[in-house]
């Protein structure tokens, strides 16, 4: 007997198609810090959202507005609620991910963001990479499968035409949740292959995997991790100077996406 006639997976089928044939329309930017953030909300002349959508009490910040054919928004995790510093790190980089991509529908998400890179694998401060794979650096689960589980690796959505058009790095993402790097988070951003290290990317990558939405990352380097000068200081020197690079980067990709759609990017 012929296997019953399955209506619901082609018209899936046919609507990713679609999606990735048509112009995109609405960008999600996922963004840690309210520094990074800031440069790009004045660039694009973003307005932020009084009547919050999301959560009564949450502190996540949407900036929104349209530029050109656009319709973007930005969204920051916000300042924790008790200590008053910005919500970094993977635990609320993916819960607002999953809130802002149910809420808004977004036909791409940006993750953009400030990281530490590798001058052994080519990293600068101030270089901006466009991330190929992202993997996870602090998941250690030594049981077969789980281990792959815990690294989490996954492909960006390919952007062929950006590398080519665009003056931007290519490397790979490592994520974990410390600012700091261990020996055994060391020796994970090696397997890894990694030339950045941050603490959202992989979240943001799994949320987006989950949801099926097309995403990209865009990753400065404030900090040079295996240099001679402290990560933290190293970090906040260069904070402001590195999100105005970023800012620059994720502008021209902007600029680059207005009326195209994703099979062209
Ligand atoms: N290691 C991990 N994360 C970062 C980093 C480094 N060397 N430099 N900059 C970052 C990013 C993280 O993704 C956070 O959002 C923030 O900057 C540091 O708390």
Redesign the pocket.
Known sequence: MAPPHDDSKLETADESLSASNRPISTVLIII??QTEALPLVNKFQLSQAVDSVFPKGVPWVRYHGTYKDLNINIMWPGKDAVLGVDS?GTVSSSLLTYASVQTLQPDLIINA????GFKAKGACIGDVFLVSEVAFHDRRIPIPVFDLYGVGLRQTCSTPNILKDLNLKVGKLSTGD??DMCPQDESSIFANDATV????GAAVAYVADLLKVPAVFIKAV??V?DGDKP?TEE?LENLAAVAAALEQAVAQVIDYINGKCIAEL
Do not use: H, P, Q, W
């Open positions: 840690a810090m970094v963001g400030t990281a530490g410390s600012l290290k941050d603490m959202e404030t900090d991790v990560t970090f």
